[in-house]
C-alpha cells in the first residue's frame, strides 16, 4: 500500500533515505574507508580499459553522471542512449565493459544494446533493482541497486540509489587516496536527503510557477544531468512543458525561449564552474525570467534568484542527488496541483518492454 501517502511518488520519493542505506549496506566500511563489491565486479571493473554505459530516460541520466565520474578516475567512459547505441554501435576494444542501468531490468531497448555489445564479445555488467530479472540474468555480472520495489511509473529513489550504486563501483575502479573522507561522505547521504524531506519549500516553490508556460533546468558537470531529470520528471508526471539544458548551451538557442513566464531552475551545487553557471543566471534574470536557485548555499546564485531550493553542503559528487530530491518534490507538486494522473501518466508504462 502506499502507507498513508498520496500517491506512491511521495511515499517513493520518502523511502530515499532508506533505500540508499541499504544500497551502501555491507558494501561500505567506514572505519577502513574500503568499498567491497564482490571480487566478480571488481575485477570487471578494475580491468576494463573503457567502459560504454548504456541506459534509456532516467536511468540515461544516471549513465551521464556515471560516465563523468567514471572519467574523473581516468578510465574513458561515455553514456549512450540504449537505442542510438544499438543503430550505431561505437567501436570497442578487447578490454572496453559494457554497464546497462536498468531500474527494471526489462527495457528492451537496454536489453538490446546489452546483446549487442555481448554478440560482438565485450563483456556487460548490469545496474539493476530488480532481482533475476532479464538483465541480471544475462549480463555477466550484477550489481542491484537495493532500493525495493518501485510502483510509481516516475523514476525516484531508484535515480537516487543508481548514483550511489556507480559512486560505489566509481570506488573500486579509483586507488584513492580520499576514500576515507569520501566513504563517510556517502555514509552522510541518506540523512542529508531526509533533512531535505523535512525542510523542503518545494510546495510553495510549485505553487508560485505552476501556471508558467514552460519549465527550464539548467546545470553544468555532475548538475547536468540533473537538470535533464529535473525536466524528465516535469513533463512526465505534469504534462507540462519542460526541457533540461547544459548551463553553458543556453545561450546556443534556447535562450530565445526564456520570457517572464517560464522559470529556469539553476541546479548548482559543489565549485565546479559555477561562476560559470552564476553568469548563465545573469543572463536569464536580465530576460527577466524567473530564476529558482537549487544550490548548496552558494551565495552568489542566490543573489540572482527568486526562489531558493537549499540542499546541504555535501561532497561535490553527491550534491546534485540532494538538489535531484528538491526538484522531484516542484515536479511532484506541480502535478498534484494540475491534479495530474501522478502514478500512472497517460501514455506511459513502467516498464517499456518494446523497442
Ligand atoms: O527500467 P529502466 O530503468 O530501464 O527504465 C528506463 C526508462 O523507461 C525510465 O527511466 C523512464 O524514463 C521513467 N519513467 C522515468 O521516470
Do not use: W
Not at 170 to 184: C, M, P, Q, R
Not at 187 to 201: A, I, M, S
Request: aromatic fraction near 6%; hydrophobic fraction near 40%.
Amino acid at each position: 500500500g502506499k502507507s498513508g501517502y498520496e500517491h506512491f511518488m511521495l511515499k517513493e520519493i520518502h523511502e530515499q533515505p532508506q533505500a540508499l542505506r541499504q544500497c551502501l549496506q555491507e558494501r561500505v566500511d567506514e572505519l577502513s574507508g574500503r568499498v567491497d563489491l564482490g571480487d566478480d565486479i571488481a575485477n570487471a571493473v578494475r580491468n576494463a580499459g573503457s567502459i560504454q554505459l548504456v541506459a534509456c530516460g532516467t536511468s540515461y541520466h544516471a549513465a551521464l553522471y556515471a560516465a563523468e565520474l567514471f572519467r574523473s578516475q581516468g578510465v574513458p567512459a561515455q553514456a549512450f542512449v540504449a537505442s542510438e547505441y544499438v543503430t550505431s554501435p561505437p567501436p570497442h576494444s578487447e578490454d572496453t565493459l559494457v554497464v546497462g542501468i536498468t531500474q527494471s531490468g526489462e527495457t528492451a531497448d537496454t536489453l538490446s544494446a546489452l546483446r549487442d555489445a555481448q554478440r560482438r564479445g565485450v563483456e556487460t555488467l548490469a545496474v539493476t533493482n530488480v532481482v533475476g530479472s532479464t538483465a541480471a540474468r544475462e549480463c555477466e555480472g550484477v550489481l542491484y541497486i537495493r532500493s525495493g520495489p518501485e510502483i510509481g511509473v516516475a523514476a525516484t529513489k531508484t535515480f537516487s540509489a543508481q548514483v550511489v550504486a556507480v559512486n560505489l563501483i566509481a570506488a573500486v575502479l579509483g586507488n584513492g587516496d580520499t576514500k576515507h573522507e569520501f566513504v563517510s561522505a556517502l555514509r552522510d547521504l541518506p540523512g542529508q536527503v531526509q533533512q531535505v524531506l523535512d525542510e523542503t519549500n518545494a510546495e510553495a516553490v510549485a505553487r508560485q510557477f505552476v501556471d508558467s508556460d514552460a519549465f527550464f533546468f539548467i546545470g553544468r558537470g555532475y548538475d547536468y544531468p540533473v537538470a535533464l531529470e529535473g525536466a524528465l520528471k516535469m513533463k512526465e508526471i505534469s504534462y507540462e512543458h519542460a526541457e533540461g539544458f547544459a548551463a553553458g548551451e543556453l545561450k546556443h538557442g534556447p535562450l530565445a525561449l526564456v520570457t517572464g513566464n517560464t522559470p529556469v531552475f539553476a541546479v548548482v551545487t559543489g565549485e565546479t564552474g559555477s561562476e560559470k553557471t552564476v553568469g548563465n543566471v545573469k543572463e536569464v534574470e536580465a530576460r527577466n525570467a524567473p530564476v529558482v536557485a537549487v544550490t548548496d548555499g552558494r551565495t552568489d546564485v542566490e543573489r540572482y534568484a527568486d526562489e531558493v531550493l537549499e540542499v546541504p553542503a555535501a561532497d561535490p559528487r553527491l550534491g546534485p542527488v540532494l538538489a535531484n530530491v528538491q526538484l522531484q518534490l516542484v515536479s511532484y507538486h506541480v502535478a498534484k496541483q494540475l491534479a495530474r494522473s501522478i502514478d500512472k501518466p497517460r501514455n506511459l508504462a513502467k516498464s517499456v518492454t518494446v523497442e
